[in-house]
């Protein structure tokens, strides 16, 4: 297969847990997929905040169902603004490529599904349903997700 995600990468999206920044639907499908971190690279916090308004906005222009949520690493030292839109799962896949994002979550009847952004026959399911990996805790004030402005 052709464009595939490396394999240690992969197991660090699998690891994912979310954050919501707000009251979800009680029945939510749909994709999540970041809104920060383009393309995989690292990006200040005033790009992702670029980056993050323009996506959110055009979503929102279209009149997409749309939850903000952080996409965190288990102890949530690392985390990405993500949006769950409520969408099909072409669809998902046509924003996560518009969004430029290697991966994104999809969501159908509480279980959640990892998919390759450029190559839909790598997709897993998560280990646990959508439900259990939400989490509440207060995030660290630092987050690895932003470059850090040294190395600018």
């Known amino acids: 297969m052709q464009n595939l995600i490396d394999e240690n990468l992969w197991q660090l999206y699998l690891d994912v847990w979310f954050r919501p920044c707000g009251t979800l639907p009680l029945s939510p499908d749909g994709a999540i997929i970041s809104l920060w971190n383009p393309n995989g690279m690292k990006q200040s916090y005033k790009n992702n905040i670029q ?78 349903n959508f439900k259990a990996r939400l989490t509440y805790r207060r995030p660290p004030a630092y987050n690895q997700a932003i470059l850090d402005p040294l190395y600018l």
């Not at 009847?109 to 399911?125: A, K």
């Open 51 to 128: 980056c993050q308004r323009l996506i959110y906005s055009a979503l929102r222009r279209k009149g997409y169902d749309m939850h903000l949520m952080w996409g965190c690493s288990p102890a949530l030292g690392y985390r990405e603004l993500s949006v769950l839109v409520n969408c099909s799962q072409n669809k998902a896949a046509r924003l996560a490529k518009v969004c430029r994002q290697k991966a994104y979550y999809f969501v159908k009847e509480g279980r959640i599904w990892l998919y390759n952004t450029q190559n839909s026959q790598q997709c897993t399911p998560l280990p646990a």
